[in-house]
Every structure is written in C-alpha cells, then in structure tokens.
C-alpha cells in the first residue's frame, strides 16, 4: 500500500523559509503524481504544487510561484516543498498527496492516497 508521511512543518516568521518532506513507506508503484495541497481553518483545501514521479514536471498555484519549489528524490520515495519568502497567508496544514491517474491535477479529488498533514505557521 501507499504510505504518505509528511514532515518539515514548524513555525517561522514572516519572510523565513521551511522545507517539508513527503515519504512513501509502503509502494509508490503505479503512482504518477505527487502533490502538496494546504488547509487553513474554516478554508477549503487548496492546491500548492505538484510534480510527476517520473517525467518530473511541475505546477504551482499562483499564490505560490517564485516562492515554492516543488522536487522529488525518487530513490528514497520522497517528494519535498520547499517554502520561501513565506507569509502570514500561508499559514496552513499542508497535506502530500499522492495519485495514481491522470487528470486535472490541482483538484484534491483526483488524488487517492493521503498523508496525515504537517502544521505550517507563519507569524507577522
């Protein structure tokens, strides 16, 4: 089976920058695409970025590009965020994301496996 777990997530302060690392325990066989999606209290879950296990192309949202860099180490199975010039606006859960088929990729729907999230806050 799929087994996500993330970490890396922390508090820092406006500006600074954090790296967070997505794991697959269990197989990553038949997966194609990796994901980091963020969720702020009483917000829906929103797209961050995403990255194909094998051809390596990526995809950020608006609110984060020039900012975040998506990247992937496929010999340890592990996809990795990482975050800079961070703002109070990021502060979220921030969920990896794993699927197994193709579609629009920044719809939380299209992705079946899920890790448990790792807490971003970012102070002012």
């Known amino acids: 089976q799929v087994q996500l777990v993330e970490s890396g997530g922390g508090l820092v302060q406006a500006g600074g920058s954090l790296r967070l690392s997505c794991t697959d325990s269990?197989?990553?066989?038949?997966?194609?695409?990796l994901g980091w999606f963020r969720q702020a209290p009483g917000k829906e879950r929103e797209f961050v970025a995403a990255i194909g296990w094998i051809g390596g192309s990526t995809y950020y949202a608006d609110s984060v590009k020039g900012r975040f860099t998506i990247s992937k180490d496929n010999a340890v199975n592990t996809v990795y965020l990482q975050m800079d010039s961070l703002k109070a606006e990021d502060t979220a859960v921030y969920y990896c994301?794993?699927?197994?088929?193709?579609?629009?990729?920044?719809?939380?729907?299209?992705?079946?496996?899920w890790g448990q999230g790792t807490q971003v806050t970012v102070s002012s």
């Open positions: 269990g197989r990553t066989f038949g997966i194609i695409t």
């Open positions: 994301a794993a699927r197994n088929s193709g579609g629009i990729m920044s719809f939380p729907g299209a992705y079946g496996y």
